[in-house]
């Protein structure tokens, strides 16, 4: 996070320098063959830049795209962690109840008459019957 005064240079050093410097080093990680479709990056001009991580950075402005465009599918951040969580994630079906379009389900509501001590009583009735997944 980088803070300062207005005018003091916080967005060149953020996205002219680390930015530029971290794209660089991604770009590099891609095959030669990618990395002639990937715009080529200079080297930021700084004499010392050391121990600089994998960033990503969100700029004031709109992405573009979509609307719902958020970093995830900006980055591809999602799709990445679709795959970790294909690859190492275990398959799960909680109880039947766990889903809502798992559950057949009737229910219903209405008024009965009855007859108590002489008298004829109206009272209102309803039921619920919750239904599960197949066992099969």
Not at 27 to 53: C, H, I, K, W
Not at 105 to 124: N, Y
């Amino acid at each position: 996070m980088f803070t300062g005064v207005s005018g003091s240079g916080k967005s060149s050093l953020v996205f002219g320098t680390i930015a530029a410097e971290s794209q660089r080093q991604i770009n590099e990680t891609y095959s030669t063959f990618v990395q002639g479709f990937m715009p080529t990056m200079a080297r930021p001009d700084v004499d010392v830049l050391d121990g600089l991580t994998t960033a990503i950075l969100v700029d004031q402005q709109r992405m573009g795209g979509d609307v719902r465009s958020t970093v995830g599918t900006a980055t591809d951040a999602n799709a990445m962690l679709r795959i970790l969580f294909s690859r190492l994630g275990k398959p799960h079906i909680g109880s039947p109840q766990a889903f809502s379009f798992n559950v057949a389900s009737i229910s219903g509501a209405g008024a009965v008459t009855l007859e108590r001590g002489g008298k004829t009583v109206k009272e209102r009735r309803s039921f619920n019957i919750t239904g599960g997944m197949c066992t099969l």
